[in-house]
């Protein structure tokens, strides 16, 4: 045998503890299909949500929705008992949770890096300039266009939803000056997929429901500023990786309801009610 010769190697197998109807989670069920063949994973639904009495008048409106249910696994593998986790298991099916990594971001490149895929087929450019200015631009959006969804969502007062929303329209407008940088319709060149573009992916796809809660105001325009932001949803949304991990949009709308009327309590949830961004939340102070 050659010194050369392929070494074969053992696909990354592990126990993804998500939830169905969670954008911070889609990130990562989009690098774990965006690697299908290259990792493998258990999808295990870790949330539970329960309709209870507002006793204590915490969210205004006469009910709560907290998470009645963590399954004791999220709770042993991620300190803040957050979807999503990922638990690597062995050859043998063994899991090791001392070894668990979550954080939707850092998630992604975490799975893209096990995945031992090369390059235009990597999320995390091999190249370093365009690799450290796809994080900073990865934080950006999350900042810009994911937190702000949830201003729009949570927030009682018409004004303070318009305002996040126009921040939102701003941080869209932002991203899609930047497309304007690439020959692609995807944030790095030659149509690759990068951290960037899962990191508002999921979002992206659920801005549907403004209209639907918030009134025709709230969709998002077609201006010629986000003409860009437009080709590049078209193109991913349409990707089968992508396309096979979409939730079912009744069904989220149904869902997503309790944020909507105020009467959810998670940590996002009630950071938001609190007054400051979703990805600011406080482990203790926030604490559902
Ligand atoms: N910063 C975290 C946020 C994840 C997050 O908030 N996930 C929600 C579900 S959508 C969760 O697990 N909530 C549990 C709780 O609020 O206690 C990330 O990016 O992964």
């Known amino acids: 045998m050659s010194s ?153 007062d018409d004004a303070e939803r318009k305002e996040h929303f126009n921040n939102l329209i701003k941080g869209l407008e932002n991203f899609s000056k930047q497309l304007e940088a690439t020959s692609g319709p995807t944030f790095l060149p030659d149509g690759q997929l990068s951290n960037v573009d899962l990191t508002l992916l999921p979002w992206a796809y659920r801005y549907y429901v403004f209209e639907h809660y918030r009134g025709p105001d709230f969709k998002i325009p077609y201006t010629s500023k986000l003409e860009k932001y437009h080709g590049w949803y078209d193109h991913v949304i349409s990707l089968e990786s992508v396309k096979r991990t979409l939730p079912d949009k009744d069904r989220y709308l149904e869902h997503i309801k309790k944020y909507a009327d105020g009467s959810a309590r998670s940590k996002v949830a009630n950071a938001v009610r609190r007054g400051v961004a979703a990805h600011e939340f406080d482990d203790e102070k926030d604490e559902a």
Do not use: M
């Open 4 to 156: 050369t010769a392929a070494v074969t190697r053992a696909v990354p197998k592990f126990r993804y503890l998500s939830a169905w109807f969670c954008p911070f989670a889609h990130r990562c069920t989009l690098a774990l299909e965006h690697h299908a063949g290259r990792v493998e994973y258990e999808w295990v639904e870790a949330l539970g949500w329960e309709k209870r009495t507002d006793d204590q008048n915490v969210t205004g409106s006469g009910h709560e929705w907290i998470y009645h249910w963590k399954s004791p696994e999220l709770v042993r593998a991620c300190p803040g008992a957050l979807v999503p986790t990922l638990i690597p298991v062995d050859q043998k099916g063994t899991p090791d949770e001392s070894k668990s990594v979550y954080e939707s971001i850092v998630t992604i490149e975490y799975v893209d890096a096990v995945s031992g895929a090369q390059g235009k087929d990597r999320l995390i450019s091999e190249d370093p300039f365009l690799a450290a200015r796809a994080r900073v631009w990865s934080d950006k959006v999350n900042r810009e266009c994911c937190s702000t969804y949830y201003g729009v969502l949570v927030r009682k």
